[in-house]
């Protein structure tokens, strides 16, 4: 039997020819999974690699389901995506108008960065489909502008981000005005953040099927190059810029300072830079990401922003000026490369300070970064002088920040794939024992996560 085509699972024809226009030909694995589940109403939970299609996987379903059928309520909004970023949502809308041209369906955007009171016209409109922000969105419902009492589909895109911003009370405020009949979905490439499932318990009112897809990865060339300091990393940088070949490249580091210094010394250095954090205006975030999306700048200079959604073609360089904070973090930021099976190459600049993060993150993925240095400026540092079995330095602890202490307890990662039979209380497989990392379970392996620093660049 052949696998299915588009013409199988979505019937729309005006769907069909946008489809088309878009140059799809066959649905990824995930549309594949979840197109028909979605379509039959049920609540999905959908985890899949990062570039694998997650969007249309969520977005076809929907607008077939309200393309069928005439609304019960003319003034409620029929389907609501909810997303952790500006930018993200800005996507979304985009993918939608993209899929909905040869219809008369329209798609608002509501999110922070945007004057209230537009807003609320457009919310008065009964748009059939908003796409926003938690934070900007709970307001708008204190002000009773938002109409989801008839709302068919609750979408929460990148779901554990969301959580991990702090924006659990506004979406579960949210998903409370939401009709209770609703269809709700959640996608991420990454469903393991803790209250995730406390979150999913709340917002999905009927059982949740959970759909993982384990494809093979993504083909992205992961690298590490030693560094020894601050100012060793911006040597670092500058030699990467210049030599490596790339047609676009984002540099990520883990503060909005620090993001503003990149950006400022990569000008100074007469590169064409975006640069993407919290303390740039709305305006100047739209203005910087579309230059590089045209291609009129070739660096986007980010913080965690800027790791989750975006879909950019050409970016075929991820930078990791610090390392990321955790792994799933570190796996949404190379996840800018690579995307639609296409190839790409992360380089993280490793100092003495986040080689621990480093080796949890590897063991986390399993992976090892390939190490290389650059002529000229190979580092004195050489990595710790004893490790652990992990991997990790011996006697490094009394030497991180103690605020840092609270948060830096580390937990054992148990795999999506290994839940998969999580509905009957089964055992994990044997999974874990089969990998060849014979300590996995001994000091756990998921690298720690420092929350403070990454709220700090929560977007509304
Ligand atoms: P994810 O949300 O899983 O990270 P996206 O939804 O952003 O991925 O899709 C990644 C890229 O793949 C986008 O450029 C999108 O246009 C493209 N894409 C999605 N579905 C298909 C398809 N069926 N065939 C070809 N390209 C697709
Ligand atoms: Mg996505």
Partial sequence: MSTPNFHDLISDAQLHKAID????????SVQLAAIPDALAGKDLLVSSKTGSGKTAA????????????????????????LTPTRELARQIVKNAEQLLRFTSVKVAMICGGEELKYQKALLRKNPEIV???????????????????????LVLDEADRMLEMGLHEDVLKIANTCATQRQTLLF?????????????????????????????????????????????????????LAKAVYEKVIVFTNTKIKA?????????????????????????RKIALDLFRQGKTQVLVATDVAARGLD?????????FDM?????????????????????????LVSAADWNLTKGIERYLRVEFEKMALPGLTASYKGPDKTKSSGKAVGTKKKEPTKDKKTSVEKIKVRERDKKNIG?????????????????????????????????????
């Fill in 260 to 284: 503003a210094q990149l950006d400022g010394l990569l000008r100074y250095s007469k590169y064409r830079v975006s640069a993407l954090h919290g303390d740039v205006t709305q305006d100047q």
């Fill in 312 to 320: 950019i073609p050409g970016v075929d360089l991820v930078i990791n």
């Fill in 58 to 81: 969520f977005l076809l379903p929907s607008l077939q389901r309200i393309l069928a059928s005439p609304s019960a309520n003319t003034n409620s909004t029929r389907i609501l995506i």
């Fill in 424 to 460: 009957k209380r089964r055992a994990p497989s044997a999974t874990n024992k089969s990998v060849d990392v014979p300590t996995v379970v001994v000091d756990g392996f998921a690298p720690p996560k420092k929350k403070i620093s990454r709220i700090e660049d929560a977007d509304e």
């Fill in 131 to 153: 796409v926003g922000t938690p934070g900007r969105l709970a307001e708008h419902i204190a002000h009773k502008s938002t109409e989801f009492s008839g709302l068919e589909v």
């Fill in 324 to 348: 990321a904070h955790s792994g799933d973090e570190y796996v949404h930021r190379i996840g800018r490369t690579g995307r639609a099976d296409a190839e790409g190459r992360a380089v993280s």
């Fill in 21 to 28: 226009a878009l140059g799809y030909t066959q649905p990824t």
């Fill in 188 to 240: 991420s490439a990454t469903l393991e953040v803790k209250g995730l499932r406390h979150l999913i318990s709340q917002v999905v009112l009927g059982d949740a099927k959970e759909i993982h897809i384990d494809d093979a990865p993504n083909r992205i060339n992961q690298q590490m190059i030693l560094a020894d300091d601050i100012k060793h990393k911006e040597k670092l940088l500058i030699e990467l």
